[in-house]
T-cell receptor, first 116, second 110 residues
């Protein structure tokens, strides 16, 4: 009865490197959401994906950030050329994709990205 | 444009009930009240949600006033492990962007 899985749990990158964050949704869930929590701030929506489709990426920074949810495998949040301001906790949530408000999102443990 | 108002913090004695209030005076008829909590350094944990009827599960009870302008999350027997930030979120049908405000920092004391 595994929940949402994220890896790595902690990631350290130097400025200019790439960061790849992975999220495996709960069994039976086909919808994935990414949120970012900057230090001392609340969670902010970044992107909503279904298998092979980006539904809403309105919360994603326009440059350097991208997300995908391939037909096979986990969802990936990719940050290119990281800067210190990207240091944050990145949380993934998944849901079944039911219509209506009963489509509860369940969160993973997060990936803590530190940019040196 | 916050949809909910919560007290910034509250203390609770271990073993006692914790009653967490939330005001959502502008809630519309098809919007649900959701509660999540975030224990330090962990991902948000879903607790409970409701539309207009009171709800109970193994974690908590949710009491929604008849006019739906406010609600109370009740943790019946608080333990030290319930120390967390609790978020009350109003969410419309098909809303997928959860809006996390500042929440209420609940500290359970022995």
């Amino acid at each position: 009865n595994a929940g949402v899985m994220q890896n790595p749990r902690h990631l350290v990158r130097r400025r200019g490197q790439e960061a790849r964050l992975r999220c495996s949704p709960m069994k039976g869930h086909s919808h994935v959401y990414w949120y970012r929590q900057l230090p001392e701030e609340g969670l902010k929506f970044m992107v909503y994906l279904q298998k092979e489709n980006i539904i809403d990426e309105s919360g994603m920074p326009k440059e350097r950030f991208s997300a995908e949810f391939p037909k096979e495998g986990p969802s990936i949040l990719r940050i290119q050329q990281v800067v210190r301001g990207d240091s944050a906790a990145y949380f993934c949530a998944s849901s079944m994709g039911l219509a209506g408000s009963t489509d509860t999102q369940y969160f993973g443990p997060g990936t803590r990205l530190t940019v040196l | 444009d916050a949809k909910t108002t919560q007290p910034p913090s509250m203390d609770c004695a271990e073993g006692r009930a914790a009653n967490l209030p939330c005001n959502h005076s502008t809630i519309s008829g098809n919007e649900y009240v959701y509660w999540y909590r975030q224990i330090h350094s962990q991902g948000p944990q879903y607790i409970i949600h409701g539309l207009k009827n009171n709800e109970t599960n193994e974690m908590a009870s949710l009491i929604i006033t008849e006019d739906r302008k406010s609600s109370t999350l009740i943790l019946p027997h608080a333990t030290l492990r319930d120390t967390a930030v609790y978020y009350c979120i109003v969410r419309g049908i098909n809303d997928y962007k959860l809006s996390f405000g500042a929440g209420t920092t609940v500290t359970v004391r022995a």
